[in-house]
């Protein structure tokens, strides 16, 4: 397991567990990825594929009984996956900044955005109380939220979903942190709206030098913001690569019919492709490789264990028949 | 072909006012909220009309006021002819009704959880006293399920299964149109390739009519026809599907189109439309799109709009001709 030194973010062979009174269910397993400074990654996959159990075991938001089993976590060549209670804590808003799908929930009713960004700033950063209340109005500039000096004394609910997303986003840059974690950050949002927050988002990031790991559902998203992709199927990683090269080229089956079911933009009325059935639930997981039952290449080999896997920086997609079904 | 549907001036205010006695010491006035204003288009029989807008323009209440959900405030829905608060005779109306079907966005809510499947099915035709004998067994299969699912309950399927369901319940009363809301907007993109390829079908088979409302400008290009662009509840622009999406004439259009994420759209650094949906209650005088709008002249701040036919589209904009260059 060699850590990539250069990454901001490494995450090695992460397995997350939720023993049940039956069995144990796995719903993130064996999970490796890097991501550089400046770099944004796109988490993609359906509901129950594991994107957000993922991030939170990354930022150490695992609500019991889920757990980390095994696998390393690195930010900037510290392990943090052992970290639990305080240091975790101070490490999230510091290091890690967190935008989540839903910004009314995330920030908090009863205080205004400028004592929620106040808060933030004073327990990580040390600044005066003058400099933080500074801090926090050039923040809320940077985001785009006009009239910053009045607005600071605002409360949550006076702010339209769009601007609340922004405030969010200041929220988690207030501290400068170099990673962030935007799970679903415009899915609550209206496209032109959405727009303005994927723009924001890439802004910030190029110029802090940010990493970024973006879940989202919506393949369009990934295109437009990311640099590389990580596609996510029942827990695993079924396909890792350039965004590009994935979303024109997919190499991993499941990738094609998720590629295939999604309507182009550019297409007219003929019919989608559809990936029959759905993703195995976790407590009846197949053997081999997860995606056998709905693959229409599966052979043999594809139904036994040990199931394929992507190994970081060596192959592109979780598949043993990646090289045939293109020849 | 003829017109199955026609909307025809519509418009539903709401009163979103506080209680009187609130108002009298706060000295405020009555707040009325007009989510669709002076809407006007026809959908043709067999045909999918698509209608997009972002939240608060007011899709969802057409397609209430359509379905019966809601009386209009002015302005009339006539289906097959019949307008249905205005008819008086009832057998009419009843006619009219057992025609039109529903789909919601969310199967979770959409479907009584006490309820066994095959009841679900067909409760719009045992409502009506009709035949129901092996009849949700035979939907079921129709909309791609299994005729043994009839005994089971709503929380033993998944997401997709249900809206399948509700695709059957909506079959079930042999309706001729189907207004669905944001049909697929609960669903993963696999499985809504699937409901979305059903409809489609199920379409061809049946000789259906759909209105199909979403916020989703890739889907909405996938199955209508025709399309209606909405802002702040009034109908921008019309235009069969590819001439709005090749050629569109509304800046609204242009602004939604652009902002949409393409698949192709890779590293695409266009700059993101300006401001957000305006307070409904308190619109923009004149065009309500003219503060977000990049080619505004004095004459949209004061001037409200027609929709007026420009080629073949019809369009609510002055600067229509040359809002394209």
């Not at chain 1, 639930?281 to 139904?303: I, K, M, T, V, Y």
């Not at chain 1, 997609?317 to 020849?327: G, Q, S």
């Not at chain 2, 067994?137 to 997709?160: C, I, M, N, T, W």
Request: with cysteine; hydrophobic share 40%.
């Amino acid at each position: 397991m060699n850590r990539n030194s250069e990454a901001t973010l490494s995450v090695r062979d992460l397995i997350v567990d939720i023993p049940t009174r039956h069995s144990v269910l796995r719903p993130v397993d064996r999970v490796s990825f890097d991501i550089a400074p400046g770099e944004i990654l796109g988490v993609v996959g359906e509901s129950g594929a594991g994107k957000s159990m993922t991030g939170n075991a990354v930022i150490g938001l695992l609500t019991r009984p889920a757990h980390i089993a095994s696998g390393e976590i690195w930010l900037n060549g510290d392990r943090i996956d052992h970290l639990q209670g305080e240091p975790m804590r101070r490490l999230r808003g510091k290091q890690i900044g967190m935008v989540f799908q839903d910004p009314l929930t995330s920030l908090n009713p009863l205080l205004t955005i400028g004592d929620q960004l106040r808060e933030t700033i004073l327990e990580h950063l040390d600044v005066s109380k003058d400099e933080a209340h500074q801090r926090a109005i050039d923040g809320l500039k940077e985001v785009g939220i006009p009239a910053a000096e009045e607005r600071i004394d605002a409360y949550p609910h006076q702010f339209s979903g769009g601007m609340r997303q922004r405030v969010v986003i200041a929220l988690a840059l207030c501290a400068e942190p170099s990673f962030i974690i935007a799970d679903e950050p415009t899915t609550a949002l209206d496209v032109s709206v959405q727009a303005q927050i994927i723009a924001l988002l890439r802004r910030l990031c190029r110029e802090r030098q940010t990493a970024v790991m973006l879940i989202t559902h919506d393949m369009g998203v990934i295109a437009e913001a990311t640099d590389r992709v990580a596609v996510m199927y029942a827990g695993r990683l079924a396909e890792l690569g350039p965004t590009k090269d994935v979303l024109t080229d997919p190499k991993h089956p499941y990738s094609i019919g998720l590629m295939g079911s999604t309507p182009l933009a550019s297409a007219g009325k003929e019919r989608l492709t559809q990936i029959e059935g759905a993703m195995p639930r976790l407590d009846s997981l197949p053997d081999g490789c997860a995606f056998h039952p709905r693959c229409e290449h599966a052979r043999e080999r594809c139904r036994q264990n040990p199931e394929p896997r992507l190994e970081a920086y060596q192959n592109r997609a979780a598949c043993w028949f990646v090289e045939d079904l293109y020849l | 072909m003829s017109i199955l549907v026609a909307v025809r001036n519509l418009t539903r205010i709401f009163d979103v006012s506080k209680p009187w006695l609130n108002r009298l010491i706060e000295r405020r006035d009555k707040a009325l909220l007009t989510a669709v204003n002076k809407v006007d288009f026809e959908i043709e029989e067999r045909t999918v009309y698509g209608l997009v807008g972002e939240s608060g323009s007011g899709k969802s209440t057409i397609g209430k006021i359509i379905v019966g959900l809601l009386p209009p405030s002015a302005g009339a829905v006539e289906i097959e002819g019949v307008d249905l608060y205005r008819e008086e005779d009832d057998a009419k109306v009843d006619a009219v009704r057992s025609d039109i079907q529903m789909i919601f966005q969310d199967p979770y809510a959409s479907l009584n959880p006490r309820w066994k499947v095959a009841s679900i099915i067909t409760e719009p035709v045992a409502a009506r006293g009709g035949d129901t004998t092996d009849m949700a067994e035979k939907l079921l299969e129709q909309v791609g399920l299994s005729a043994r699912d009839a005994g089971k309950y709503p929380h033993e399927f998944s997401g997709g299964q249900r809206q399948r369901i509700c695709i059957a319940r909506a079959l079930a009363s042999e309706p001729r149109l189907i207004v669905c809301d944001e049909p697929t907007s609960a669903l993963d993109v696999s499985v809504q390739a699937q409901v979305l390829n059903l409809m489609s079908d199920l379409q061809d088979e049946f000789g259906l009519t759909y209105l199909f409302i979403s916020h989703d400008l890739t889907v909405v290009r996938h199955m209508a026809d025709k399309v209606g662009v909405l802002y702040l509840g009034q109908l921008v622009e019309e235009a069969d599907r590819d001439t709005l999406f090749d050629a569109p004439l509304h800046p609204y259009t242009q602004m939604l189109l652009e902002a949409a994420p393409k698949l192709d759209g890779f590293g695409r650094e266009a700059t993101p439309p300006e401001g957000e949906i305006p307070d409904p209650i308190n619109p923009p005088s004149g065009c309500v799109f003219h503060p977000r709008c990049p080619i505004a002249v004095e004459r949209c701040k004061v001037d409200p709009p027609e929709l007026r036919g420009v080629g073949k589209t019809r369009v609510a904009c002055h600067l229509a001709e040359t809002s394209r260059d």
